[in-house]
């Protein structure tokens, strides 16, 4: 038998182990409690994803029938849009002389032909519209028809419009009024309103002047033809657009559109100068000089003008002006052989503004006292407001005073780098030195600073000539 201190030992040794029993069940159940929490947790979780999968699978499905019905709305409004600038677009002759039924015609015959060529195109649905909008000067185009001698009655040109406009529902001719390229600013929020609508199939522009050739740069692709855009224009198109016409796809409607631009005659009063017209004078008028011209460009074959020869200038400084020139018989009209029957451009097609001699002090006397002269009245020789026009007539301008005035007239910045209107007052070209702009906010564009003057071409809008000439000086010169 053991003896007692052997049993005591033993007793505390199963006490030690009793104890490490006790705490080790008692570690076992807090284990066990975390576990259960983590598996309710993540129990949580599971659910959670299954809903979120649940919500987002619903959301894709809807996304899905949306797209659907947003498709099927899509092919059952479908149309092509035909945008023309009726001042450089004018219809045939035989068709305008005709009064409103030959409106109505050919407004069917361009719908006609317009549905022939969108059969060409791949995209074609036989259940595709065709909106038809052109835009002009409508008082401008009266009288150019009734100057070329097309017709005689000027109401036949405006019945020809009207009878256009209500050849059918989708045809429509707005008049743009006789302010500067408001046609051209119509045409081009059009096309962009058309151009960004996804109903539209194609936009088919027709429009020839080289005004528009930055306009449709802007929506030219970079690698290839945008076939999106057609161009509608006559065979025979301006250089400058050629290049831009190039990049599109082009068609002709030679059945209902001239293929040159009205001609017209001189009359003894004649409205604004109209974009796309060309004018001629009289073989019959008297020359008449308004003064010896500015050094600027001469033939290519001819020695430069020397710019120091301001002689002429000088002298007229104080000499009286001659009534003959400046005091016409009527009051708001003076002859067109005054005004200036020629423009200049570069080697791009860029407008360039004629250097012009002018006075200082009479500039400085302009902008100071805030002179109330009409630039149509003194620079385009024609005020179609006459007497009711609110700016001053009555002053009697020496040439180089005239030339001062269009000096500053031309701080004003044209919106159109090609502008090809022969009597445009406004500035083409940023009139500080190359490089020396450093203005934000400069009226001029981009393309209107450093404008390269390498080559110098005069352009003759009468004949359509294009001639090389050698520039004598880039820039307006002062007298002091």
Same mark, same amino acid.
């Given at each position: 038998?053991? !003896?007692?201190?052997?049993? $005591? &030992?033993?007793? +505390?040794?199963? #006490?030690?182990?009793?104890?490490? @029993?006790? =705490?080790?069940?008692?570690?076992?159940?807090?284990?066990?409690?975390?576990?259960?929490?983590?598996?309710? !947790?993540?129990?949580?979780? $599971? &659910?959670?994803? +299954?809903?979120? #999968?649940?919500?987002?699978?619903? @959301?894709? =499905?809807?996304?899905?029938?949306?797209?659907?019905?947003?498709?099927?709305?899509?092919?059952?409004?479908?149309?092509?849009?035909?945008?023309? &600038?009726?001042?450089?677009?004018?219809?045939?002759?035989?068709?305008?002389?005709?009064?409103?039924?030959?409106?109505?015609?050919?407004?069917?015959?361009?719908?006609?032909?317009?549905?022939?060529?969108?059969?060409?195109?791949?995209?074609?649905?036989?259940?595709?519209?065709?909106?038809?909008?052109?835009?002009?000067?409508?008082?401008?185009?009266?009288?150019?028809?009734?100057?070329?001698?097309?017709?005689?009655?000027?109401?036949?040109?405006?019945?020809?419009?009207?009878?256009?406009?209500?050849?059918?529902?989708?045809?429509?001719?707005?008049?743009?009024?006789?302010?500067?390229?408001?046609?051209?600013?119509?045409?081009?929020?059009?096309?962009?309103?058309?151009?960004?609508?996804?109903?539209?199939?194609?936009?088919?522009?027709?429009?020839?002047?080289?005004?528009?050739?930055?306009?449709?740069?802007?929506?030219?692709?970079?690698?290839?033809?945008?076939?999106?855009?057609?161009?509608?224009?006559?065979?025979?198109?301006?250089?400058?657009?050629?290049?831009?016409?190039?990049?599109?796809?082009?068609?002709?409607?030679?059945?209902?559109?001239?293929?040159?631009?009205?001609?017209?005659?001189?009359?003894?009063?004649?409205?604004?100068?109209?974009?796309?017209?060309?004018?001629?004078?009289?073989?019959?008028?008297?020359?008449?000089?308004?003064?010896?011209?500015?050094?600027?460009?001469?033939?290519?074959?001819?020695?430069?003008?020397?710019?120091?020869?301001?002689?002429?200038?000088?002298?007229?400084?104080?000499?009286?002006?001659?009534?003959?020139?400046?005091?016409?018989?009527?009051?708001?009209?003076?002859?067109?052989?005054?005004?200036?029957?020629?423009?200049?451009?570069?080697?791009?097609?860029?407008?360039?503004?004629?250097?012009?001699?002018?006075?200082?002090?009479?500039?400085?006397?302009?902008?100071?006292?805030?002179?109330?002269?009409?630039?149509?009245?003194?620079?385009?020789?024609?005020?179609?407001?006459?007497?009711?026009?609110?700016?001053?007539?009555?002053?009697?301008?020496?040439?180089?005073?005239?030339?001062?005035?269009?000096?500053?007239?031309?701080?004003?910045?044209?919106?159109?780098?090609?502008?090809?209107?022969?009597?445009?007052?406004?500035?083409?070209?940023?009139?500080?030195?190359?490089?020396?702009?450093?203005?934000?906010?400069?009226?001029?564009?981009?393309?209107?600073?450093?404008?390269?003057?390498?080559?110098?071409?005069?352009?003759?809008?009468?004949?359509?000539?294009?001639?090389?000439?050698?520039?004598?000086?880039?820039?307006?010169?002062?007298?002091?």
């Amino acid at each position: 038998m053991a !003896s007692p201190k052997e049993r $005591l &030992d033993l007793f +505390r040794r199963q #006490e030690t182990n009793q104890a490490g @029993l006790r =705490n080790d069940l008692l570690d076992a159940s807090f284990t066990s409690a975390e576990f259960l929490e983590k598996i309710e !947790s993540l129990q949580k979780e $599971l &659910d959670q994803s +299954r809903n979120a #999968e649940k919500h987002y699978y619903d @959301l894709m =499905n809807q996304a899905m029938q949306e797209n659907r019905d947003l498709q099927k709305s899509m092919d059952c409004n479908r149309f092509i849009a035909a945008l023309i &600038d009726g001042d450089s677009m004018p219809f045939l002759d035989k068709f305008v002389v005709r009064g409103f039924d030959g409106g109505v015609e050919v407004g069917r015959r361009l719908r006609l032909a317009l549905s022939n060529y969108h059969r060409t195109n791949p995209l074609h649905r036989g259940d595709d519209k065709i909106v038809i909008y052109i835009s002009a000067n409508l008082h401008g185009l009266t009288w150019a028809y009734t100057l070329a001698g097309i017709t005689q009655e000027q109401s036949r040109v405006r019945d020809f419009f009207v009878g256009l406009s209500q050849s059918h529902p989708l045809t429509s001719f707005v008049d743009a009024g006789q302010q500067k390229e408001a046609a051209d600013s119509k045409l081009r929020a059009q096309v962009e309103l058309y151009y960004s609508n996804s109903h539209c199939q194609q936009v088919i522009f027709g429009g020839s002047d080289c005004g528009y050739a930055p306009f449709l740069d802007m929506l030219a692709n970079a690698e290839d033809i945008n076939r999106r855009v057609t161009i509608l224009s006559p065979a025979h198109m301006p250089h400058r657009m050629l290049r831009t016409v190039a990049q599109f796809l082009r068609v002709d409607f030679p059945e209902i559109f001239r293929a040159t631009k009205i001609v017209t005659i001189q009359s003894d009063i004649e409205p604004l100068p109209l974009s796309g017209l060309k004018r001629r004078l009289n073989d019959e008028t008297p020359p008449q000089q308004r003064h010896p011209p500015p050094p600027f460009y001469s033939g290519s074959h001819e020695a430069p003008t020397d710019i120091n020869r301001v002689d002429e200038y000088s002298a007229g400084r104080h000499s009286p002006p001659n009534p003959d020139e400046y005091q016409p018989e009527n009051p708001f009209l003076i002859n067109n052989a005054l005004s200036a029957q020629t423009y200049y451009v570069n080697q791009y097609g860029q407008r360039l503004d004629q250097p012009l001699l002018y006075d200082k002090q009479y500039l400085r006397f302009l902008f100071t006292k805030k002179a109330r002269l009409c630039n149509n009245f003194y620079l385009r020789c024609h005020c179609p407001y006459g007497d009711s026009c609110q700016w001053d007539h009555s002053e009697d301008l020496t040439p180089l005073q005239i030339d001062t005035l269009r000096h500053k007239a031309r701080t004003s910045a044209c919106r159109d780098p090609y502008c090809n209107d022969v009597a445009c007052t406004l500035g083409h070209m940023c009139p500080r030195p190359p490089g020396a702009c450093h203005m934000d906010a400069c009226k001029f564009s981009e393309q209107q600073h450093n404008v390269c003057v390498e080559q110098v071409f005069e352009i003759d809008p009468a004949t359509g000539s294009r001639t090389q000439v050698t520039m004598s000086t880039p820039a307006d010169m002062a007298l002091d």
